[in-house]
C-alpha cells in the first residue's frame, strides 16, 4: 500500500479533500485512457494518479474560498 508522507503535498494551504478529489479525477481518467487504449494495467489507477500527482506531472487548482477553510 502506498503511504506518502502528506506534509510534502499538502503544500500552499492545499486540504486533504481537494487532494482526494484531484486523485480520483486522475484515477478515473487513467483507467479511461487505458480502455481506450486497450492497455492493461500493472498498478492500481489511484496509485499511478497519486505518483503522477507527488511526481508534479499533475497540479492541483484549489478554489481560492476553500484554501482557508
Given at each position: 500500500m502506498l503511504n506518502p508522507d502528506l506534509r510534502s503535498i499538502?503544500?500552499?494551504?492545499?486540504?486533504?479533500?481537494?487532494?482526494?478529489?484531484?486523485?480520483?479525477?486522475l484515477a478515473r481518467r487513467v483507467v479511461e485512457?487505458?480502455?481506450?487504449?486497450?492497455?492493461?494495467?500493472?498498478?492500481?489507477?489511484?496509485?499511478?494518479?497519486?505518483n503522477k500527482i507527488l511526481d508534479g506531472e499533475y497540479e492541483i487548482e484549489e478554489?481560492?474560498?476553500i484554501r482557508n477553510l
Open positions: 499538502l503544500t500552499d494551504h492545499l486540504s486533504r479533500y481537494s487532494l482526494v478529489i484531484a486523485t480520483a479525477k485512457d487505458a480502455e481506450e487504449s486497450g492497455e492493461i494495467l500493472e498498478e492500481k489507477p489511484v496509485t499511478i494518479a497519486l478554489p481560492e474560498e
